[in-house]
């Protein structure tokens, strides 16, 4: 379950790379926007869902204890800092790439 719950985690964040990446570039006709919102949206999902299961597990398994569903809110919220930041990072990069193709075109102009 573990497992699961760390694929499900980063999940999100290689999608936000990958089609991010392309939608940059222009080779995905999908908003930005719609695209960052749809993943940190499904990580909320995940974050807020994921520890109920992992609760199921361990209370089969093991005695009682809250420790798994911490872990798993704590991987949850560090993934969201992290798509955030790679969001972030991705929005930077477009700032960048506009003025500069902007310079060059009032260059050439």
């Given at each position: 379950?573990?497992?699961?719950?760390?694929?499900l985690?980063?999940?999100?964040?290689l999608?936000?790379?990958?089609?991010?990446?392309?939608?940059?570039?222009?080779?995905?006709e999908?908003?930005?926007g719609w695209?960052a919102?749809?993943?940190?949206?499904?990580l909320?999902?995940?974050?807020?869902?994921?520890?109920?299961?992992?609760?199921?597990?361990?209370?089969?398994?093991?005695p009682?204890?809250g420790?798994?569903?911490?872990?798993a809110?704590?991987?949850?919220?560090?993934?969201?800092?992290?798509?955030?930041?790679?969001?972030?990072l991705?929005?930077?990069?477009?700032?960048?790439?506009?003025?500069?193709?902007?310079?060059?075109?009032?260059?050439?102009?």
């Amino acid at each position: 379950m573990f497992l699961y719950a760390r694929i499900l985690f980063l999940l999100p964040i290689l999608i936000q790379l990958l089609v991010g990446g392309l939608t940059m570039a222009k080779k995905v006709e999908i908003p930005f926007g719609w695209l960052a919102l749809a993943n940190f949206i499904f990580l909320f999902f995940v974050v807020f869902i994921l520890p109920q299961f992992v609760k199921y597990e361990v209370t089969e398994v093991d005695p009682k204890c809250g420790m798994p569903q911490i872990a798993a809110i704590f991987f949850g919220v560090l993934s969201i800092g992290f798509l955030l930041f790679v969001v972030t990072l991705q929005l930077i990069w477009m700032k960048i790439m506009k003025t500069k193709i902007s310079n060059l075109k009032a260059g050439s102009a």
